[in-house]
């Protein structure tokens, strides 16, 4: 499925694209029909609802907008940087605030994982919501979020083609990079010159 998606995200044209083929795939993948993609906002600390399938008006107003000391699975792997799978969020202590929400939007169990791309960078977080307890197979989420990964790079790459430089800027940015570089050199051989000399 990762492959698959890799070449469904090809001929995304936007950020809004690539998280639609990115949700439609974990659904497919994990066969449910309830499911969100969330974008981070780093101005407000808040995870935001960018693509979803299935959710009532309720569900998308509480989950408008979601900070990592939130105890949803999505708000978790925030804090975690990892995948968070919450098998019946009527056991889950954490989740017991968003439990009647839940019900109401038909799902009994969640999984959520951080789009973190192949540099590092935090993107959102993919979650899929299951209708009965459930817990995806190891297989699934090393799936997931290798999709994950994949969705996280294509939304770097396009909002670096959406903002190009110009030359000039480009031919600024390397000469900065360079004068840095120097600098950091120059210094490096300053330190080594005083060790020699001591």
Same mark, same amino acid.
């Given at each position: 499925?990762?492959?698959?998606?890799?070449?469904?995200?090809?001929?995304?044209?936007? =950020?809004?694209?690539?998280?639609?083929?990115?949700?439609?795939?974990?659904?497919?993948? #994990?066969?449910?029909?309830?499911?969100?993609?969330?974008?981070?906002?780093?101005? #407000?600390?808040?995870?935001? /609802?960018?693509?979803?399938?299935?959710?009532?008006?309720?569900?998308? !107003?509480?989950? =408008?907008?979601?900070?990592?000391?939130?105890?949803?699975?999505?708000?978790?792997?925030?804090?975690?940087?990892?995948?968070?799978?919450?098998?019946?969020?009527?056991?889950?202590? *954490?989740?017991?605030?968003?439990?009647?929400?839940?019900? *109401?939007?038909?799902?009994?169990? %969640?999984?959520? #994982?951080?789009?973190?791309?192949?540099?590092?960078?935090?993107?959102?977080?993919?979650? #899929?919501?299951?209708?009965?307890?459930?817990?995806?197979?190891?297989?699934?989420?090393?799936? /997931?979020? !290798?999709?994950?990964?994949?969705?996280?790079?294509?939304?770097?790459?396009?909002?670096?083609?959406?903002?190009?430089?110009?030359?000039?800027?480009?031919?600024?940015?390397?000469?900065?990079? /360079?004068?840095?570089? =120097? *600098?950091?050199?120059?210094?490096?051989?300053? %330190?080594? !010159? !005083?060790?020699?000399?001591?």
């Amino acid at each position: 499925m990762p492959d698959i998606l890799r070449h469904q995200l090809e001929p995304c044209s936007d =950020r809004r694209s690539v998280l639609e083929c990115l949700l439609a795939g974990c659904l497919e993948l #994990t066969g449910t029909v309830l499911g969100n993609v969330q974008v981070m906002d780093w101005k #407000t600390g808040c995870l935001a /609802i960018a693509a979803q399938r299935g959710f009532n008006e309720e569900f998308l !107003r509480v989950f =408008r907008c979601v900070k990592a000391d939130s105890g949803s699975a999505c708000g978790r792997a925030i804090k975690d940087r990892g995948s968070i799978v919450i098998e019946d969020v009527l056991l889950d202590r *954490e989740f017991a605030p968003y439990r009647t929400i839940a019900l *109401e939007a038909g799902f009994r169990a %969640v999984q959520s #994982t951080p789009l973190i791309s192949s540099s590092g960078a935090f993107l959102g977080v993919l979650s #899929t919501h299951f209708p009965a307890t459930h817990r995806p197979l190891d297989s699934e989420m090393r799936a /997931i979020r !290798r999709m994950g990964e994949l969705a996280a790079n294509a939304m770097i790459r396009k909002q670096v083609e959406a903002q190009p430089m110009d030359a000039a800027e480009v031919a600024a940015e390397v000469a900065e990079r /360079i004068r840095q570089g =120097r *600098e950091t050199v120059e210094r490096s051989y300053a %330190v080594i !010159r !005083r060790l020699n000399a001591g």
